[in-house]
């Protein structure tokens, strides 16, 4: 169950991603060939990287960090996303940030690891 929340949380920021690429990149939405959409690709690409990061070592001394700078690059898209006025963003990297924080809540401790 926390590889499907893991998953789903990488799914929901790479869908983030590809919304800022749209607004970037798309004709008339305003924001097209400014830096805001840039930042916001940036941040939900680094999101979606570092939770495949923790899908793929669960037990990695790394993972700690990892998960923290995951929920940062989430929280700070989400706010890029709302400044851009764009909610489908907001959408999506706020369900890629739950969808961790549920699965972070889930992943075995190390006791169990080592066990």
């Given at each position: 169950m926390t590889?499907?929340?893991l998953a789903l949380s990488v799914l929901f920021g790479l869908a983030a991603f590809a919304l800022s690429l749209r607004?970037?990149?798309?004709?008339?939405t305003g924001v097209e060939?400014?830096?805001?959409p840039l930042l916001t690709a940036l941040g939900s690409a680094a999101q979606a990287l570092l939770v495949l990061f923790i899908a793929?070592?669960?037990y990695s001394p790394s993972?700690?960090?990892?998960?923290?700078?995951?929920l940062l690059a989430a929280i700070l898209t989400?706010?890029?996303g709302w400044f851009l006025l764009s909610w489908p963003i907001?959408?999506?990297i706020t369900l890629a940030a739950?969808?961790?924080v549920v699965a972070l809540a889930r992943l075995p401790s190390d006791r169990k690891a080592l066990a």
């Open positions: 590889r499907l929340f607004l970037y990149f798309g004709p008339l060939g400014t830096a805001g793929i070592f669960p993972q700690g960090p990892a998960a923290a700078f995951a989400g706010v890029a907001l959408i999506a739950a969808c961790l």
